[in-house]
């Protein structure tokens, strides 16, 4: 069993940067491939950006350039730089763990999620 625990969420201006981060417990959890996932009112869940063990990362066309994701093994730790936010970045922000990919469907393990606003 994996537990996932999400922080860093808020409110922020257009422009702004936050930095989430995903602590993960249970002894399995270095072997999984973590990603982060949004879901803002409305929409459907979708992929933000993903990090393997051995730091293979994979973005969405969307965070590209803006988000920077990165872990540190030794706490069990992984992170979401993001930079340059926009309004469309609001969303509920969840960490996964599982086999890796852009579906959701795919990750066994989930955080209980954490808010990102960015105002005008």
């Known amino acids: 069993q994996v537990l996932l625990v999400e922080s860093g969420g808020g409110l922020v201006q257009a422009g702004g940067s936050l930095r989430l981060s995903c602590e993960a417990s249970?002894?399995?959890?270095?072997?999984?491939?973590t990603a982060w996932f949004r879901q803002a009112p409305g929409k459907e869940r979708e992929f933000v950006a993903a990090i393997t063990i051995r730091w293979d990362t994979n973005y969405a066309d969307s965070v590209k350039g803006r988000f920077t994701i990165s872990r540190e093994n030794a706490k069990n730790m992984v992170y979401l730089q993001m930079n340059s936010l926009k309004p469309e970045d609001t969303a509920l922000y969840y960490c996964?763990?599982?086999?890796?990919?852009?579906?959701?469907?795919?990750?066994?393990?989930w955080g209980q999620g954490t808010q990102v606003t960015v105002s005008s």
């Open positions: 996964a763990a599982g086999a890796g990919g852009l579906n959701p469907r795919l990750y066994n393990y």
């Open positions: 249970g002894g399995a959890s270095r072997g999984y491939v």
